[in-house]
């Protein structure tokens, strides 16, 4: 239990940074988990090729709000090519954990909300 | 209901060797019996047995080990047979699961019968597998798909089934006992008025055969679709059972070998009942793992596994009941209030993502469901996003019920 919730992931989530919507975003994106009906969207705002605004909306559990929390902090800053690299293991990195395959799920989310996000970015 | 044989849960679990491990180094309570069950040393060893002494395929060589897999393959369609009173044993198709019973219904039956402008008529509790199969076929053969809808309560309205009925209806299918509400919907009566109606009827057994005393005669079904692993059967295999006149005439569903009488070069004639829709080397050993499942649960008796898990659901709803910020999804009343609930409770915990419930449950080493449960526009007609799931079977007790109770309080302190 100790090593799911830490004290960390537990603060994102009882303290969420960055939630909110964001009007006329260069990206706006949302996701659901249709097995659990986790939803996560993301606005986000580009300034010179790099994220000068982001927030987060949506409902979940736990370690999936956590990640959204904790992914804005990340990559505000950061240019879309950055953006485009994050990988799993980095979302594993900021959570300070490994998810089983099921779990997983809640906690990658916000993450493919953000790849799908760049991709209809490039479609557009 | 005193003089019913009765079981001992205790006594049924040195039966299953999973239900002795630990996890997290606490015991393990195994409440997600309406996902899948765990399988007694019975079953495994009819596994086992088969594959050390009698494995070969069926229905075909000329040897003494394609004779012996043959007649028990064939003798565990006789066991699940009388398991479920079929009258023939011509109408007990092997399947893989409930959900390809159900398939083989929509893509034969239902492309064959069902029409433009007909309608197929499901309900609002329905388990995906029951649902989308149908929406399927409406799609493709330009039906309607109409619901039954239920009551705030979590029942049936019979109301909105007999306005439905008044329609051009060619099939009526529901679930027997709902995987998530646990409520027990009164299948003779609604295939009664559909058989009034002129319509076919379909259950869904997923959640019943495996808890309560099955019987197609007395239901008087068209067709009844389960699972093998939801009733300590091995995983892939499941039945579906249909009236054999109405398989006789239903067009083959999955083609190729077993199922067919002569293969010329253009074209085939099919086997008879039931191996007509049984194509392709189909899963033996776990039919004859599923035929060991139904010997033990027959000699637990249905009836007693039904009396017992009743006793928990009142149980567990009492101790829910107690608790504050837990809602019980689902009609309220106990068996004792005269109303029948099966052992699948659902419930919501104020503040608590059920996610993070049944992960605080595990590691108490209180093993329950979270999420929709494959049950969408359910959990959308609910008004809710996703329901935290018990489900009990032959061998849960009152202690791990109350293990629930203790992990939710903690989940609370904890979130």
Redesign the interface.
């Known amino acids: 239990m100790e090593n799911l919730y830490r004290e960390h992931i537990l603060d994102h989530y009882r303290h969420p940074r960055n939630q909110g919507t964001l009007d006329d975003a260069d990206i706006s994106c949302e996701l659901d988990n249709p097995v659990c009906g986790d939803v996560v969207r993301l606005d986000i705002r580009l300034r010179d090729g790099r994220v000068s605004e982001v927030r987060f909306s949506g409902r979940g559990c736990v370690i999936s709000m956590a990640s959204a929390s904790m992914l804005t902090e990340e990559i505000l800053g950061k240019t879309v090519e950055e953006l485009k690299a994050l990988q799993d293991e980095d979302m594993f990195g900021m959570l300070g954990i490994t998810l089983g395959p099921v779990r997983a799920k809640c906690g990658l989310l916000p993450l493919r909300v953000l790849h799908e996000g760049l991709d209809r970015l490039e479609e557009s | 209901m005193n003089t019913k044989k009765r079981l001992d849960p205790i006594v049924l679990k040195a039966d299953f060797p999973i239900l002795a491990r630990e996890v997290h180094g606490k015991p393990l309570a195994y409440l997600d019996n309406a996902a899948s069950t765990q399988k007694p040393q019975a079953v495994i060893e009819a596994l086992d047995e088969f594959y050390h002494t009698h494995y070969a395929n069926i229905h075909r060589g000329i040897h003494t080990l394609s004779e012996e897999a043959t007649a028990a393959y064939e003798e565990a369609r006789d066991k699940v047979a009388a398991f479920i009173h079929a009258p023939d044993r011509r109408g007990v198709i092997f399947t893989r699961n409930a959900t390809e019973a159900i398939n083989l219904v929509a893509y034969t039956w239902g492309r064959a019968n069902v029409g433009p402008g007909d309608h197929i008529v499901v309900t609002e509790m329905e388990h995906h597998s029951n649902l989308v199969p149908w929406q399927l076929l409406a799609r493709e053969v330009g039906a309607g798909l109409a619901h039954v809808s239920i009551t705030d309560k979590g029942r049936l309205d019979l109301e909105s089934l007999d306005r439905l009925l008044q329609g051009p209806v060619k099939l009526v299918t529901f679930t027997h006992v709902s995987n998530v509400l646990g409520t027990v919907n009164p299948a003779q009566e609604i295939v009664a008025r559909a058989h009034a109606a002129g319509a076919r009827v379909l259950v869904d057994a997923a959640q019943s055969a495996p808890h309560l005393p099955a019987d197609v005669e007395l239901l008087d079904c068209d067709f009844l679709a389960f699972s093998g692993h939801k009733m300590c059967g091995p995983t892939g295999v499941g039945v579906l059972y249909g009236r054999p006149e109405l398989l006789e005439e239903m067009p083959p569903f999955l083609s190729g070998g077993g199922m067919i009488r002569r293969v010329g070069r253009a074209k085939a004639s099919w086997n008879d009942l039931p191996w007509k829709f049984e194509a392709g080397t189909p899963a033996i050993a776990e039919a004859v793992g599923l035929g060991a499942a139904m010997d033990y649960l027959s000699a637990v008796g249905m009836e007693a596994v039904w009396a017992h898990e009743q006793e928990l659901a009142t149980y567990a709803l009492e101790r829910l009941a107690e608790m504050p910020g837990v809602r019980v999804i689902g009609p309220p009343a106990a068996p004792h209030l005269g109303g029948e609930r099966a052992g699948v409770v659902a419930f919501t915990v104020e503040s608590i993502?059920?996610?993070?419930l049944a992960?605080?449950l595990d590691?108490e080493g209180v093993a329950i469901r979270?999420?929709?449960h494959c049950a969408?526009p359910l959990?959308e007609r609910l008004g809710l996003?996703?329901t935290a799931r018990a489900s009990f079977y032959l061998y849960n007790t009152r202690e791990e019920v109350d293990r629930l109770v203790d992990g939710i309080q903690k989940a609370q302190r904890?979130?």
């Not at chain 2, 993502?353 to 993070?356: A, G, N």
């Open positions: 993502h059920p996610h993070d992960q605080a590691w979270a999420g929709l969408q959990h996003v996703a904890l979130f």
